[in-house]
């Protein structure tokens, strides 16, 4: 039989987990062919390149002298942390990347902890190598650190070190002599991690993963724990509650370089990919047809945030969007929850409203985009963090912040952190930067990201990962600066938004529509300000055309989805169609907006 080694790769986002996995694929198929492939991207839905993170986990598989070498690349966005922690049960081994100049990240400590909880040995990639003002040995001190502080035992503490460069193709033992290749971190995979144990018997594979296909429904991936699984097997599926169905097997697959490949039987120690099963959620327990014996299930995190989804109900309605109804709505979101695992669907007393909860930001705009992508037109509230009751006592998620900045720009970043009622606890130079931490609630970080790339003009780089619940905080004050709202429907024209730039900055153009209630724009004072920016231009001036007034208007402001997510208030609605974002107000009249604010105040 051959020989088999399943590893993951895990670090913080953006340590160059997946660039390292395709040099691999890239490498040892140039090994074995003898040719060239050009190069091999991982990261392969459209969203993932765009924003060059990794979102879903992906297994991979190379042969390497004779091995064959199961990898599994994981996410190192903080949203994505469970998932990371879930497929790490495949694994035997990881690979901890930290990135030769930055050091251990709060998502670094988070899933060496999970790793080494779990019992798994590490192989430290300092990666970045080639990077300037790194500083591999102080780097490798840290990580060491905290290796120990996470409690590691012994022999995990015994972990080797290769240094690299995954953008250039390389590790090697010495950083400052780069090899040609990664044979030497291959060599080092085959020699230290333990070949999966084997254990005969009846069969059991603990579904850890998913995969979704239009043609085979949803495919259970895990990995072969005890004996053997075939096509066309009559199989029980274990259910968490401890419930049993029998089924049949339809077609079972193995990982081979970046795809799959039909196996008659797939044996003990392997990751596999199995079709036919119907009705499966992670955790369950594929076993043997007529002794089933279940194996401890694994829990798939619970979400952090929440947010209303809604029809689009502005005077745009239907404009821009191919799907616009609640039941289209309705439907795309019950279909998400197919293969999105950590995601939860609550139905409201509006059949025009859903209640979806994730993991966070990033996770819900994601699917906010696909969704925008696919055409669909919605609108969504403000995202809200769960916050739980302990004995009578209400408790909220807070979190590590981390952020690195140049020294001249760190008191603007701790003014504020502390105003969303972070609290300071490291402060030290890294570098020519100073590294802060702090301790913030969840909802403090909401908007603060924004905030603090516009105080420091891009120079920082910030991370969070929850920490733990607690008492709540108290109040924390919500957008610093008002809005500035439209006050009929209308176009926009260069005449008056050049009038009304004292006021504040626009995100809208000249000659786009708008509607009553809408932001516009940012004003400079804290309230909002409602605003006509859809005057003609007076006709005392003969040039009329407006081109003058056009070259001094200054240059709108566009948000992200996310920019916008993290922007609007509790009385405001993101509207997003696949051609537009817009902000606005719930209650677009003037009036209705002021009687309800004062009725939510009496409250
Ligand atoms: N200078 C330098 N840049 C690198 C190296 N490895 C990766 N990068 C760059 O770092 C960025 C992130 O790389 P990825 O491989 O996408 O990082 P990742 O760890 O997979 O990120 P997530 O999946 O989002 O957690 C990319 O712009 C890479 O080109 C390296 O060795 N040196
Ligand atoms: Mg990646």
Redesign the pocket.
Known sequence: MQSIRNIA?I????????????KILHQTQIFRDNEKTGDLI??NNDL?RE?????IAKNISVNYKGTKINII?????AD?GGEVERVMNMADGVIL?V??FEGPMP?TRFVLSKALEMGKKAVLVI?????ENCRPEEVHEKVFDLFFHLGATEEQLGFPTVY?????GWMGHDYKNPTTDVIPLLDLIIEYFPEPPIYEGTPQMLITSLDFSTYVGRIAIGRISRGSLKENQPVSLVKRDGTIKKMRIKEVFVFEGLGRRKAEEITCGDLCAITGIEDFEIGDTIADFENPEALTPISVDEPTMCMLFTINNSPFFGKEGRFVTSRHIRDRLYKELEKNLAMRIVDTESPDSYLVYGRGVLHLSILIETMRREGYELQVGQPQVITKEIDGQRYEPIENLTVDTPEEVAGKVIELVTQKKGELKIMEPKGDLQHLEFEIPARGLIGLRSNILTATAGRVTMAHRFKSYEPWKGVISGRISGVLLAKENGIATPYSIDRMQDRGYFFIDATESVYAGQVIGQHIRPDDLLINVCEPKKLSNMRASGSDDNVRIAPSVKFSLEECMEYIEKDEYLEITPKSLRMRKVYLDENLRKRMSRKEEAI
Do not use: C, W, Y
């Open positions: 790769i670090a913080h986002v953006d340590h160059g987990k997946t660039t390292l996995v395709d991982l990261d993932e924003r060059g993170i990794t979102i690349d994981t996410p190192g966005h994505f990347l990135d030769a998502q990666n970045k190598v080639d990077k690299g460069s995954s953008k250039h």
